[in-house]
């Protein structure tokens, strides 16, 4: 079964406290990302993982980094979360060409 | 720069058709996405074109000229269900590390 999931799929977390949201995938991919996604900004890459221990950054890479020592499992960290980053985290998968890419339902994230 | 424009709304009626454009500008073509997301779940893979023409795929058609730097989806037949965001990404091949850019999205309401 073909999937990525994500955990939580809700977090409420107040400003200063670290947060951890986490990916996973059964699809032997090996290129992952993590993106957020806000209203009028659309879907900004945050960081981007070609395999175990080889990820680079993306668009918008400030106040975010990854994790990745397993290929199924891709972590997003943010160390003292700000109130900017409220928002919508989409996880992804891809093989190969990067064109299909098959998303996470989402973990909806609010800093207070 | 790179960058991608999409019309924010499209309405239409059961059984007609929609056409969701898509302008991009990228230093380095290397492929064009389309995502349909429908409200509050995640992206989800609909089509992927890299050469000129028209791409028929049943129910949803791409069409693709990369002299002009443009794209639209096709939905045709619409139903009810079709309702929802489409996105448009585009890869530069000069940008190889970033994957993909998405646009903000077209949001299609399809009326009765």
């Known amino acids: 079964d073909m999937k990525v999931t994500q955990m939580p799929r809700y977090l409420i977390k107040r400003m200063g406290e670290n947060v951890l949201l986490e990916c996973g995938q059964d699809m032997s991919h090996e290129t992952m990302y993590w993106y957020r996604q806000d209203p009028g900004l659309g879907l900004q890459l945050i960081y981007i993982?070609?395999?175990?221990?080889?990820?680079s950054e993306g668009d918008i890479p400030k106040g975010y980094r990854v994790s990745r020592k397993k290929r199924e499992h891709f972590s997003l960290i943010l160390d003292s979360a700000k109130t900017n980053q409220t928002s919508v985290y989409f996880c992804?998968?891809?093989?190969?060409?990067?064109?299909?890419?098959?998303f996470g339902p989402g973990t909806r994230l609010t800093v207070l | 720069g790179q960058g991608v424009e999409q019309p924010a709304k499209l309405m239409s009626v059961e059984g007609t058709f929609a056409r969701v454009n898509c302008t991009y500008s990228?230093?380095?073509?290397?492929?064009l996405s389309w995502y349909q997301q429908r409200e509050g779940q995640a992206p989800v893979f609909l089509s992927y074109v890299v050469l000129d023409g028209l791409k028929d795929s049943g129910h949803f058609s791409t069409f693709l000229s990369r002299s002009n730097g443009y794209s639209y989806l096709l939905l045709t037949e619409l139903q009810i269900k079709d309702s929802a965001s489409y996105l448009c990404?585009?890869?530069?091949?000069?940008?190889?590390?970033?994957?993909?850019?998405f646009g903000l999205g077209t949001r299609v309401s399809v009326f009765p």
């Open positions: 992804a998968s891809s093989q190969g060409n990067y064109a299909e890419q098959f």
């Open positions: 993982s070609y395999d175990v221990d080889s990820n």
């Open positions: 990228t230093s380095g073509f290397n492929g």
């Open positions: 990404a585009v890869r530069d091949s000069n940008n190889y590390a970033q994957g993909l850019t």
